[in-house]
C-alpha cells in the first residue's frame, strides 16, 4: 500500500508563507496527477491546486496569483507554495496523487493562518 506523506504546515501569520511537500512512500505508476485539497472545520474538503503528468495546473479561484503546486524531481513528489497567506486559509491541507483506478490520499497537514 502506498503512503503519501505530507509536511511543511504550521502557524504564520497574515501575509506570511509556507511551503507544503508531499512525498510517495514509493514509486506509484502510470500516475496521472497530483494535487492539493483542503478542508476547514465545519465545511466540506475543496481542490485547492492539481497538476498533471503533463505539468498543466489548475487552481481554485480563492488561491490563484497566491499559491503555486509544483512536482520535484523525485518522483512522486509535490509541493504547494502558499504566499499571501490569509486567516481563510487555514484549514487542514491533503495530498492525492491518482491515475487510472486508484487514488490515494495523504493525512494532511494543518495550515492556520492567524496573528
Known amino acids: 500500500q502506498v503512503q503519501l506523506v505530507e509536511s511543511g504546515g504550521g502557524l504564520v501569520q497574515p501575509g506570511g508563507s509556507l511551503r507544503l511537500s508531499c512525498a510517495a512512500s514509493?514509486?506509484?505508476?502510470?500516475?496521472?496527477?497530483m494535487g492539493w485539497y483542503r478542508q476547514a472545520p465545519g465545511k466540506q474538503r475543496e481542490l485547492v491546486a492539481t497538476?498533471?503528468?503533463?505539468?498543466?495546473?489548475n487552481y481554485a479561484d480563492s488561491v490563484k496569483g497566491r499559491f503555486t503546486i509544483s512536482r520535484g524531481n523525485a518522483v512522486n513528489t509535490v509541493y504547494l507554495q502558499l504566499n499571501s497567506l490569509k486567516p481563510e486559509d487555514t484549514a487542514l491541507y491533503y495530498c492525492?496523487?491518482?491515475?487510472?483506478?486508484?487514488?490515494?490520499w495523504g493525512q494532511g497537514t494543518q495550515v492556520t493562518g492567524s496573528s
Open positions: 492525492k496523487q491518482w491515475g487510472p483506478g486508484y487514488d490515494f
Open positions: 514509493r514509486n506509484i505508476f502510470s500516475i496521472n496527477a
Open positions: 497538476i498533471t503528468r503533463g505539468g498543466s495546473t
